[in-house]
Nanobody
Framework: QVQLVESGGGLVQAGGSLRLSCAAS????????MDWFRQGPENEREFVAT????????KYADSVKGRFTIARDNTKNTVYLQMNSLKAEDTAVYYC???????????WGQGTQVTVSS
């Protein structure tokens, strides 16, 4: 079993930056792909970014490509999402997920709210 806890969300002005963290306990994350998803107030949950277990392969949604960066530190059992040049449309609850492959979501965190004011 893997427990995931996101942190780092908050209120930021458009153009600003935030870094989200996803800390794991219960089992090492090093064997899992790690994903970030988000769900806005009127939207379905959408894929944001993923990183493989070794940290040498990443994939991003077109909407965040060039602005967001996913990274992981397996020694700290933590995954990060650096978000730059934030836009109002990035406002959402952000979730991290661990899976045996990307977008499989075997384990989920509780989410952290990101609000971008325009």
């Amino acid at each position: 079993q893997v427990q995931l806890v996101e942190s780092g969300g908050g209120l930021v002005q458009a153009g600003g930056s935030l870094r989200l963290s996803c800390a794991a306990s219960g089992r090492t994350l090093s064997r899992y792909y790690m994903d970030w998803f988000r769900q806005g107030p009127e939207n379905e949950r959408e894929f944001v970014a993923t990183i493989n277990s070794g940290g040498d392969w990443t994939k991003y949604a077109d909407s965040v490509k060039g602005r967001f960066t996913i990274a992981r530190d397996n020694t700290k059992n933590t995954v990060y999402l650096q978000m730059n040049s934030l836009k109002a449309e990035d406002t959402a609850v952000y979730y991290c997920a661990a899976g045996i492959h990307y977008n499989t979501g075997n384990y989920w965190g509780q989410g952290t709210q990101v609000t971008v004011s325009s």
